[in-house]
Nanobody
Framework: QVQLVESGGELVQAGGSLRLSCAASGRTIRTYHMAWFRQAPGKEREFVAAISWSGNTIYYTDSVKGRFTISRDNAKNTVYLQMNSLKPEDTAVYYC???????????????????WGQGTQVTVSS
């Protein structure tokens, strides 16, 4: 079992920055693919970013490309999401997710991930 705990969400003004952290426990995430998803009020959960187990492959949804950066520190068993140039439409609960290593998989699909955190609230004011 892998337990995931997100942190770093808060209220920030548009144009500001935040860094979210996802701390894993129970097992090393060294061989896990990791991802961030978000869910805004009244909307479905959506994919934000993913990083492969090796860190060599990274994906972003189009709306955050150039503004968000996903990274991982396996020594700390932690994944990060650096968010810059935040916009009000980035307001959502952000979730971290983990998937044991596999070959090809649908990294944008929540059903692919076995473990989820409880989420951290990000609110961007205009």
């Amino acid at each position: 079992q892998v337990q995931l705990v997100e942190s770093g969400g808060e209220l920030v003004q548009a144009g500001g920055s935040l860094r979210l952290s996802c701390a894993a426990s129970g097992r090393t995430i060294r061989t896990y693919h990791m991802a961030w998803f978000r869910q805004a009020p009244g909307k479905e959960r959506e994919f934000v970013a993913a990083i492969s187990w090796s860190g060599n492959t990274i994906y972003y949804t189009d709306s955050v490309k150039g503004r968000f950066t996903i990274s991982r520190d396996n020594a700390k068993n932690t994944v990060y999401l650096q968010m810059n140039s935040l916009k009000p439409e980035d307001t959502a609960v952000y979730y971290c997710a983990a998937k044991p290593y596999s070959g090809n998989y649908h990294y944008t699909e929540g059903y692919e991930y076995n473990y989820w955190g409880q989420g951290t609230q990000v609110t961007v004011s205009s």
